[in-house]
């Protein structure tokens, strides 16, 4: 095999200081912590890049496995040689006559980033390329649109020759953004929000409001399998909060405000997510909200729900239309779990008309008039269990949106 390294990009020129340092840090454990288990595979930094030695590993379950992880912009399988000029072009020529799908144009990148080498980026494109052309007559140059544009990255430790780069999930890397717990249902949406949190470089707690026994163990598996598969993408376990929501929600629903059912009931969710967010050090909350989606979803809704909680409200998916939604989910890997058929805790106690436009005061008055709805919103924190989930293997999915994955 060529291929001995994997090289990482993940430098964000607009990140200074301390904190580049600190998400440099981050990265490269997630990277050591998602690789263990693929092999010996050892690690050097160079740069603002990551080369990942593969130690004679194959190079394609390492890509794709790195591909999927956050504050990552590209990788590519790279061949690396030292830096006498004969052996830079058998490397390259030995690299183009690899490439499966044989190309008819070509053209060689040359970066002379350590300065010293004695021939500049110019005088190594046409070294090189010459040397390719004649080992490869059949080969044309085109400096314009070739098939093939071949790059030789000429460092101080080494050079390394590639031509593929896969584009990987950007973001920030896992945790390097704070805390915060995801309100997870069993639908498509909220696995989509938890994954676009965990780009944007948030740590994330779970929690899923059940109504055993309304709802059933298989409605809670498919949370399971979702919390599960967003762990991969964090490359870390992922704690999954199973709160008992039946007698709140038992409560509500008997509280002849018909209409208000989902306010209150999501009202009283927000306010048991704060106290678990307290005692996890969570700083916000992330909801698969889509504006206009539900009823509950409309602004003078969401502004009636959110003021239960001081907590911030982070709602990636506000301004997505459902169809962009389903198109990550598939990606991602969530849908085919999500589509699952088993009722969730909400879907049971749906009331005929509920409202897009609540009161505030009134439902502050009905929150009022439950008697024992501060201890029932206490028992639920208490009745709270926790569960530590990761995926049950770290390799990528075959093909986004089959379930041989699960
Ligand atoms: P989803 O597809 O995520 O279920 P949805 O479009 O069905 O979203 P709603 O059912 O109104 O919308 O829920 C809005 C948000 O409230 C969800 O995205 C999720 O974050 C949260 N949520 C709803 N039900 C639950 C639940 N049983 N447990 C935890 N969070 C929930
Ligand atoms: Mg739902």
């Known amino acids: ?37 693929f092999g010996p595979v050892t690690y050097f930094k160079s740069y603002g890049r990551l080369y990942v030695k593969l130690n004679g590993l194959p190079y394609e379950p390492v890509a794709d496995r790195l591909k999927d992880l956050f504050g990552i912009i590209s990788v590519s399988p790279v061949m690396s040689t ?26 060689v990148n040359a970066k002379r980033a350590w300065k010293a080498y004695p021939h500049t980026s110019q005088e190594m494109n046409h070294l090189v390329g010459g040397y390719v052309l004649r080992s490869m007559p059949e080969l044309k140059v085109d400096v314009k649109k070739p098939d093939v544009e071949l790059r030789v990255d000429i460092q101080e430790e080494a050079v390394y020759l590639y031509y593929e780069v896969i584009t990987a999930a950007g973001g920030f ?15 498509i949406d909220s696995p989509v929000a938890g994954w676009m949190a965990l780009r944007k470089g948030l740590e994330l707690e779970a929690v899923h409001f059940h109504s055993y026994p309304f709802t059933s163990d298989k409605a809670k598996d498919k949370v399971i399998e979702l919390a599960k598969r967003l762990s991969y993408y964090s490359g870390e376990p992922i704690k999954l909060h199973l709160v008992p929501f039946t007698d709140l929600q038992t409560k509500i629903a008997q509280s002849k405000n018909d209409n208000l059912i989902i306010t209150l009931m999501r ?14 050090g969570a700083g916000g909350i992330v909801t698969g909200e889509s504006l206009g989606q539900v009823a509950s979803q409309t602004l003078a809704s969401m502004n009636v729900i959110g003021r239960a909680t001081g907590l911030p409200l982070l709602k990636p998916l506000i301004m997505m239309d459902k169809q962009e939604i389903i198109d990550v989910a598939v990606r991602i890997g969530t849908f085919e779990t999500s589509i699952l058929p088993y009722e969730d805790c909400c879907t049971l106690f749906l009331p005929k008309s509920p409202s897009t436009n609540p009161n505030l005061n009134i439902v502050m008055k009905a929150e009022k008039q439950m008697l024992g709805y501060d201890e029932l919103i206490a028992a639920a924190v208490e009745g709270t269990e926790e569960l530590m989930l990761s995926a049950a293997s770290q390799t990528a999915v075959q093909s986004a949106g089959e379930d041989s994955w699960f």
């Open 1 to 37: 095999m060529l291929y001995d390294q994997i090289v990482l990009r993940y430098g964000d020129l607009t990140m200074k200081g301390r904190n580049r340092n600190r998400f440099e840090k981050r990265m490269i454990d997630q990277v050591k912590q998602a690789l263990i288990g």
């Open 267 to 280: 009202r009283a969710m927000l306010r048991i997510t704060e106290q678990l967010a307290q005692r996890s």
């Open 173 to 187: 890397p896992y945790g390097s953004n704070g805390k915060a717990l995801l309100l997870l249902s069993g639908g």
């Open 82 to 107: 030292e830096l006498e000029l004969e052996k830079i072009q058998a490397a390259a020529a030995a690299l183009m006559q690899s490439i499966p799908d044989k190309p008819a144009t070509f053209k």
